[in-house]
């Protein structure tokens, strides 16, 4: 009898197809997303709308990722993980490799798909129609740098705290609660940098729209090396935001076993001693103490 096709490959192997296949549909939706707004001329679009479609992405992803791994879709978290949570680093350049390729194929799709539009808005491929697929500043080099290492932050040390909490079958809401995390840095830290906080959300879609005709992808408008502060700011932030989850929270929660009450003896548990009682339950020192007199009245 054959044995089912997921038996027959390795674990990473279904988890590197699982971080391929998540980071693909978060990329699909984001950039689609934004070219929609960009190609409408924002009549078919807003900031929200397109933030909420990175939101969907998200979602959509780590559920698609989750049924065959651990669902990253993010190199800054694949590494937090390696540093902080026993990811066995041998998994974590070929996690990071998936990551890169669905987020470099997604974004060749949404070029495809959207070229028409991209093409009447913005002939001469441009910054104009850039950030359909990767960041830029809007405030500097040096703004946009601390804004990705604190956005990155939040997104792990948050993410420490969500996955600590929904154990079990809670935790079928995690991509929900992680796609509201997103949904809040892209609207409280979105306007700095575009609020990529992943490396392979940024570098994979840009090595794309540079081999599709956008010769100044590499930098911002005046020129400026840009690509790699997307790759090295959320990377710093997601060791920062687990660092800081380690030392302010977990070392100071309470073992789940020390946090619950013991349950109380029952009254057989004193072999009928002076707090047999069920209004009043025996005492280990009771049931030492009961055991030791008898031993001694035994004895004399």
Known sequence: MARPAGQSVSPLTRELVGEFAGTFILIIFGTASVAQMVVSGGDAGDWATLTWGWVAGLIMGIYVAGRLGAGHLNPAVT???AVYRNLPWRSVLPY?????LGAFLAALVTRAVYNSGIVAVDPGLTSASQTIFSTLPNHGVGTAFFDQVVGTALLVF???ALIATLQGAAGQLLPLMVGLLL???GFAWGTNAGYAINPARDFGPRLAQWLTGYDGAWGTADGTPYWWLPIVAPIIGALVGGGLYI???ERLEV???LDSPAPAPTPESAEAGVNADPRHPATPADVVLTSTDGAKEKTS
């Open 255 to 257: 073992p789940a076993e």
């Open 79 to 81: 590494i937090a993980m």
């Open 96 to 100: 990071i490799a998936a990551q890169f």
């Open 158 to 160: 948050v993410l420490f």
């Open 247 to 249: 030392l302010l929270i």
């Open 183 to 185: 949904l809040g840095i």
